[in-house]
């Protein structure tokens, strides 16, 4: 058995693996995959039915299961969701394990699995993965705007 | 119009997400359908000896019982020493799970898992008995459930 407590080992060896058998398209091409199958049934429901509320819904449970760190917030009048992870136990799990070589693009994983779906329903994303190196990292997601005349 | 904020610590809760088994077996269905049974081995070899390095030098130092006090510390955190029952002796660890977390999981969340439950043990398991010294025999494994039995018996004891 795999655990559910070790998985972020083993999706850490997936993409290496799968970059190593196709370069780096070939890890984006399971992310979208991954994306359209799975993230697609789940969070883009939630925002189907919701609006961009259903971001607050999906996470709410995930980020909680995931003990992560974090301070979340949504904005009804201004349609704006955003995370501040003070630590994301993923990546700290990855940083932890110094005899691993983590993959070099880990957190890359994120902005494709949710915003691809997102953006489907008129949501765009911005990040700041500056600091994954700590375990931190800042999203934001908001409905677009129509352009003022 | 609502503004809400939730903040929480690590410490506020405890680390057990469920959707990562069916996440690990989307990657396993996903490298099993583009790379074949080949691809889903070369995979499991690589996450146990880059993961399982230090627990296989365990191993390698205290054999059987490394095993079977990883085991436990595994089922406790899936919440699930419910399902474990294993036996020790000096040659052989006998183990017998009642259901796969895992498993259980996904098909109360209407998923169907993949064909890899038991080759996963077979590859992880594998390695974890030749640093024992040892030979892995699963002896059966439930499709419905995940349910298990199987061992690691010395070699020279399970001639």
Same mark, same amino acid.
């Given at each position: 058995m795999?655990?559910?407590t070790?998985f972020?080992?083993f999706y850490?060896? !997936?993409?290496?693996?799968?970059?190593e058998q196709?370069?780096?398209?070939?890890?984006?091409r399971?992310?979208e995959?991954?994306?359209?199958?799975?993230?697609?049934?789940? !969070?883009?429901k !939630?925002v189907?039915?919701?609006?961009?509320?259903?971001?607050?819904t999906?996470?709410s449970?995930?980020?909680n299961?995931?003990?992560c760190?974090?301070r979340?917030?949504?904005d009804e009048?201004n349609?704006?969701f955003?995370?501040?992870?003070r630590?994301?136990?993923?990546?700290?799990? !990855?940083?932890e394990?110094t005899?691993?070589?983590?993959?070099?693009?880990?957190?890359g994983h994120?902005?494709?699995?949710?915003?691809?779906?997102?953006e489907?329903?008129g949501?765009?994303g911005?990040?700041?993965?500056?600091?994954?190196?700590?375990?931190q990292?800042f999203s934001?997601?908001?409905m677009?705007?129509?352009a003022?005349e | 119009?609502?503004?809400?904020?939730?903040?929480?610590k690590?410490?506020d809760n405890k680390?057990l997400h469920?959707?990562?088994?069916?996440?690990?077996?989307?990657?396993?269905?996903?490298?099993?359908?583009?790379?074949?049974?080949?691809?889903v081995?070369?995979?499991?070899?690589?996450?146990?000896?880059?993961y399982?390095k *230090?627990?296989?030098?365990?191993?390698?130092?205290?054999?059987?019982?490394a095993?079977a006090?990883?085991l436990?510390?595994?089922?406790?955190k899936?919440?699930?020493?419910?399902?474990?029952?294993?036996t020790?002796t000096?040659?052989?660890?006998?183990?017998?799970t009642?259901y796969? *977390?895992?498993v259980?999981y996904?098909?109360?969340v209407g998923?169907?898992?993949?064909?890899?439950? *038991?080759?996963t043990?077979?590859v992880?398991?594998?390695?974890f008995a030749?640093? +024992?010294g040892? +030979?892995?025999?699963?002896?059966?494994?439930?499709?419905q459930?995940?349910? +298990?039995?199987?061992s690691f018996?010395?070699?020279?004891?399970?001639?």
């Amino acid at each position: 058995m795999i655990s559910c407590t070790e998985f972020i080992p083993f999706y850490s060896e !997936l993409f290496t693996f799968l970059e190593e058998q196709g370069g780096y398209d070939a890890v984006v091409r399971y992310w979208e995959h991954i994306s359209d199958t799975y993230v697609q049934d789940r !969070l883009g429901k !939630l925002v189907e039915k919701e609006g961009i509320r259903g971001c607050w819904t999906y996470w709410s449970r995930s980020l909680n299961e995931e003990a992560c760190d974090f301070r979340m917030t949504y904005d009804e009048e201004n349609e704006r969701f955003t995370i501040d992870m003070r630590h994301c136990p993923s990546r700290g799990m !990855l940083n932890e394990l110094t005899y691993m070589k983590p993959y070099h693009d880990y957190c890359g994983h994120c902005a494709v699995l949710y915003d691809r779906v997102l953006e489907k329903y008129g949501v765009e994303g911005t990040f700041d993965f500056s600091k994954v190196d700590k375990a931190q990292c800042f999203s934001c997601r908001q409905m677009k705007r129509p352009a003022q005349e | 119009m609502a503004l809400l904020v939730m903040d929480r610590k690590a410490s506020d809760n405890k680390y057990l997400h469920l959707d990562f088994h069916s996440s690990v077996d989307n990657g396993l269905r996903y490298v099993g359908e583009h790379y074949g049974e080949k691809g889903v081995r070369e995979l499991l070899r690589r996450y146990t000896l880059a993961y399982h390095k *230090p627990r296989l030098e365990d191993i390698r130092r205290r054999g059987l019982t490394a095993i079977a006090e990883y085991l436990k510390d595994i089922y406790e955190k899936e919440d699930a020493s419910d399902a474990l029952r294993y036996t020790l002796t000096d040659a052989c660890l006998t183990v017998e799970t009642a259901y796969h *977390p895992g498993v259980r999981y996904m098909r109360s969340v209407g998923e169907t898992p993949s064909e890899w439950g *038991p080759l996963t043990m077979q590859v992880v398991y594998g390695i974890f008995a030749e640093a +024992a010294g040892c +030979a892995f025999s699963l002896r059966s494994y439930e499709e419905q459930t995940g349910a +298990a039995k199987f061992s690691f018996a010395k070699k020279e004891a399970a001639v």
